[in-house]
């Protein structure tokens, strides 16, 4: 807080992410908040203005969610999104009903350009509509302006009371001019300034931690990813020597990761820290020894991952302060951010054990999203290369793994993993040495992900029954919706003549096109 703030209030919507993404990408601090949250709890954040998202309930029906009607006297700035515009429009008298014409997908929308939500706009613009039920009659006060051949209500306003909502959602990629909405709502509707800079947050975060810690000591769960990398850079910047930064290696790492991760933090590396590697990889074999059910084997893996720090912590002697790099999405697909469904357990927040012996968690990075994560990394100055990895989650091939984890099994992801990243990376240089710019199928994370499935294959004339391997490729800004990378075929081809020839115990190999939605970008 003491920030200017867009609170982005959730109604269970797909995007909530996005749209608090696209505030901060116009230079404003969003937070989301759960409609279950007392208005009291929103009018704490002093917001420059509200954002409803949407959601996948009708407004009219008994325990849909709702709000409320004093959130509309607040004298700040309201956008209603989808469900939010029809709640708007509900609450305040109008009429909500179901569409004779389903709309979704790409459609065309005539707008009056005159009105401040679309100054800049064409008067003819593509938007990304989702919708059962629609707008019948606008509430008291509103006029629309925006509309379909099939929605008369596309968009609408009370510029009298800085009222203003969309059936579209301005948020997604697909709506061609969507970022001009939201930078009109948040800079000429609530006159927010571009405040929120990441060399600001770096300076506010620094001096935040030296306040907190004083002269303890804190122990950093160091995993070698973007996320504690940047952690680490950061809190060693803020405390220097106090911060111990404990890498352990759980066996659930990428081929070799665990000897790189080494050599860059390690004493030979280039940063100046205090740095301890833990080799536990057959403890977790143990407690994961039978599990196959995808939160079990986070939880047990986020207990796990507490247990060590503690014992590290009473090696060490006194260490006040347990820190991770746990960032945003993180917190809002545990669950303890906004109204989404539990989507998973990250290890680091909602896979903590009820009891932890530290007096305290720190969290730099936990306000941000991927992208200003890196940012923060490169305001540090950490490598490129570094800041720029592929994501890898906290639990490492243990979601990467269907069903129990076995050593073979963590072996032959492994393996498989390594050659698709391989010959994926030796294709998009090839295609960069011939062409002069990166390749359009580049996805932005690949990976390779061993099935608990079995079938009949030949090699050798021999009959085989072994594990199909399934590969991963996805494209995406935000890593909150993607799509399946169309890697060419030759290459798919290469990567499955290599794994089938080089690892022992797979005989299939899947190529996985689902994109998220539906589905999540890691399999479990």
Same mark, same amino acid.
Request: with cysteine; proline share 4%; charged share 25%.
């Given at each position: 807080?003491?920030?200017?703030?867009?609170?982005?209030?959730?109604?269970?919507?797909?995007?909530?992410?996005?749209?608090?993404?696209?505030?901060?990408?116009?230079?404003?601090?969003?937070?989301?908040?759960?409609?279950?949250?007392?208005?009291?709890?929103?009018?704490?954040?002093?917001?420059?203005?509200?954002?409803?998202?949407?959601?996948?309930?009708?407004?009219?029906?008994?325990?849909?969610?709702?709000?409320?009607?004093?959130?509309?006297?607040?004298?700040?700035?309201?956008?209603?999104?989808?469900?939010?515009?029809?709640?708007?429009?509900?609450?305040?008298?109008?009429?909500?009903?179901?569409?004779?014409?389903?709309?979704?997908?790409?459609?065309?929308?005539?707008?009056?350009?005159?009105?401040?939500?679309?100054?800049?706009?064409?008067?003819?613009?593509?938007?990304?509509?989702?919708?059962?039920?629609?707008?019948?009659?606008?509430?008291?006060?509103?006029?629309?302006?925006?509309?379909?051949?099939?929605?008369?209500?596309?968009?609408?306003?009370?510029?009298?009371?800085?009222?203003?909502?969309?059936?579209?959602?301005?948020?997604?990629?697909?709506?061609?001019?969507?970022?001009?909405?939201?930078?009109?709502?948040?800079?000429?509707?609530?006159?927010?300034?571009?405040?929120?800079?990441?060399?600001?947050?770096?300076?506010?975060?620094?001096?935040?931690?030296?306040?907190?810690?004083?002269?303890?000591?804190?122990?950093?769960?160091?995993?070698?990813?973007?996320?504690?990398?940047?952690?680490?850079?950061?809190?060693?910047?803020?405390?220097?020597?106090?911060?111990?930064?404990?890498?352990?290696?759980?066996?659930? !790492? =990428?081929?070799?990761?665990? &000897? $790189? #991760?080494?050599? *860059?933090?390690?004493?030979? +590396?280039?940063?100046?820290?205090?740095?301890?590697?833990?080799?536990?990889?057959?403890?977790?074999?143990?407690?994961?020894?039978?599990?196959?059910?995808?939160?079990?084997?986070?939880?047990?893996?986020?207990?796990?991952?507490?247990?060590?720090?503690?014992?590290?912590?009473?090696?060490?002697?006194?260490?006040?302060?347990?820190?991770?790099?746990?960032?945003?999405?993180?917190?809002?697909?545990?669950?303890?951010?906004?109204?989404?469904?539990?989507?998973?357990?990250?290890?680091?927040?909602?896979?903590?054990?009820?009891?932890?012996?530290?007096?305290?968690?720190?969290?730099? !990075? =936990?306000?941000?999203?991927? &992208? $200003? #994560?890196?940012? *923060?990394?490169?305001?540090? +100055?950490?490598?490129?290369?570094?800041?720029?990895?592929?994501?890898?989650?906290?639990?490492?091939?243990?979601?990467?793994?269907?069903?129990?984890?076995?050593?073979?099994?963590?072996?032959?992801?492994?393996?498989?993993?390594?050659?698709?990243?391989?010959?994926?990376?030796?294709?998009?240089?090839?295609?960069?040495?011939?062409?002069?710019?990166?390749?359009?199928?580049?996805?932005?994370?690949?990976?390779?992900?061993?099935?608990?499935?079995?079938?009949?294959?030949?090699?050798?004339?021999?009959?085989?029954?072994?594990?199909?391997?399934?590969?991963?490729?996805?494209?995406?800004?935000?890593?909150?919706?993607?799509?399946?990378?169309?890697?060419?075929?030759?290459?798919?081809?290469?990567?499955?003549?290599?794994?089938?020839?080089?690892?022992?115990?797979?005989?299939?190999?899947?190529?996985?096109?689902?994109?998220?939605?539906?589905?999540?970008?890691?399999?479990?």
């Amino acid at each position: 807080m003491g920030k200017e703030t867009i609170v982005v209030l959730d109604f269970g919507g797909q995007y909530n992410q996005l749209i608090a993404r696209r505030v901060r990408e116009s230079g404003v601090y969003s937070v989301i908040c759960s409609y279950r949250q007392d208005i009291e709890e929103i009018k704490k954040w002093d917001p420059k203005g509200i954002i409803l998202t949407g959601g996948p309930n009708s407004v009219y029906e008994e325990g849909a969610p709702s709000y409320t009607t004093e959130l509309f006297e607040l004298g700040v700035p309201v956008l209603g999104i989808c469900y939010g515009a029809q709640l708007m429009t509900h609450l305040l008298g109008g009429k909500v009903g179901t569409a004779p014409v389903r709309e979704y997908g790409k459609i065309e929308v005539t707008v009056k350009n005159d009105t401040p939500l679309f100054e800049g706009v064409s008067d003819k613009t593509i938007c990304w509509m989702s919708h059962n039920d629609y707008i019948e009659k606008p509430a008291p006060g509103f006029v629309n302006t925006a509309w379909t051949d099939n929605c008369p209500s596309a968009a609408l306003e009370n510029r009298d009371r800085n009222l203003y909502a969309t059936q579209y959602h301005p948020e997604v990629l697909h709506t061609q001019e969507g970022t001009k909405m939201l930078s009109n709502f948040v800079h000429g509707i609530c006159g927010c300034s571009d405040s929120w800079r990441m060399d600001t947050f770096v300076e506010d975060s620094i001096k935040a931690i030296r306040d907190k810690v004083g002269d303890g000591k804190v122990l950093l769960a160091l995993s070698g990813g973007v996320d504690s990398s940047v952690a680490a850079g950061l809190l060693s910047k803020a405390i220097g020597n106090q911060l111990t930064c404990v890498f352990v290696d759980h066996g659930l !790492l =990428r081929k070799n990761e665990g &000897d $790189e #991760v080494e050599q *860059v933090f390690g004493k030979e +590396g280039k940063f100046d820290l205090n740095f301890i590697r833990v080799n536990a990889q057959d403890r977790y074999y143990v407690k994961l020894a039978g599990e196959d059910e995808p939160e079990r084997k986070r939880k047990i893996i986020g207990e796990e991952f507490i247990r060590v720090f503690e014992e590290e912590a009473k090696k060490i002697g006194a260490v006040d302060f347990l820190a991770q790099g746990t960032i945003y999405p993180d917190v809002v697909e545990s669950g303890l951010g906004g109204e989404s469904a539990v989507i998973k357990s990250h290890h680091n927040v909602g896979g903590l054990p009820d009891y932890v012996d530290f007096k305290e968690i720190i969290e730099p !990075l =936990r306000d941000l999203f991927k &992208d $200003e #994560v890196r940012k *923060v990394g490169l305001e540090l +100055g950490l490598p490129r290369e570094l800041v720029f990895r592929q994501p890898f989650p906290g639990p490492g091939l243990g979601i990467r793994i269907i069903g129990d984890v076995t050593a073979e099994k963590v072996r032959i992801v492994q393996d498989s993993d390594f050659i698709y990243r391989q010959e994926v990376d030796k294709a998009a240089r090839e295609y960069f040495e011939a062409n002069g710019v990166e390749a359009p199928w580049m996805p932005n994370q690949y990976f390779a992900a061993l099935t608990n499935v079995r079938s009949v294959g030949v090699m050798g004339d021999e009959r085989t029954y072994d594990y199909a391997i399934a590969l991963r490729a996805v494209r995406t800004i935000d890593f909150m919706t993607a799509e399946a990378a169309d890697i060419p075929f030759e290459v798919l081809q290469i990567v499955m003549n290599r794994i089938i020839n080089e690892v022992k115990g797979i005989n299939r190999v899947f190529y996985d096109i689902t994109s998220k939605p539906p589905g999540t970008i890691e399999f479990e």
